[in-house]
């Protein structure tokens, strides 16, 4: 299993990223997927999620009205709209699944490789 991610870069602060995260191999189902950001000196955060179970989504206070998540459960994909950036919001950004891998009994958690987002002032 492998989650892979795309859409990184710089931007100035006010503009607009897009980044998205597939993930592929022997996946039988896939519970949460979410988007984890860590900060140079600063421990990982939980930038947004999407729990299928519920249907339900959660944003980190300080993204809320400027990031969008959005999940597409056919692909097991989710991508991160980030709208309004701020040099604040720099950081390495990690996608997130937890997922059941087919022929196995126990869920399981995976990361991607995360890509840069360097918003600058």
């Known amino acids: 299993v492998q989650l892979v991610e795309s859409g990184g870069g710089s931007v100035q602060a006010g503009g607009s990223l897009r980044l998205a995260c597939a993930a592929s191999?022997?996946?039988?189902?896939?519970?949460?997927m979410a988007w984890y950001r860590q900060a140079p000196g600063k421990q990982r955060e939980l930038v947004a999620m999407?729990?299928?179970?519920?249907?339900?989504?959660n944003y980190a206070d300080s993204v809320k009205g400027r990031f969008i998540v959005s999940r597409d459960y056919s692909k097991n994909t989710i991508t991160l709209q980030m709208n309004s950036l701020k040099p604040e919001d720099t950081a390495v950004y990690y996608c997130?699944?937890?997922?059941?891998?087919?022929?196995?009994?126990?869920?399981?958690?995976?990361w991607g490789q995360g890509t840069q987002v360097t918003v600058s002032s």
């Open positions: 997130y699944g937890r997922l059941l891998e087919t022929l196995k009994v126990a869920w399981g958690d995976y």
């Open positions: 191999g022997s996946i039988f189902s896939i519970n949460t």
């Open positions: 999407t729990t299928s179970a519920d249907s339900t989504t």
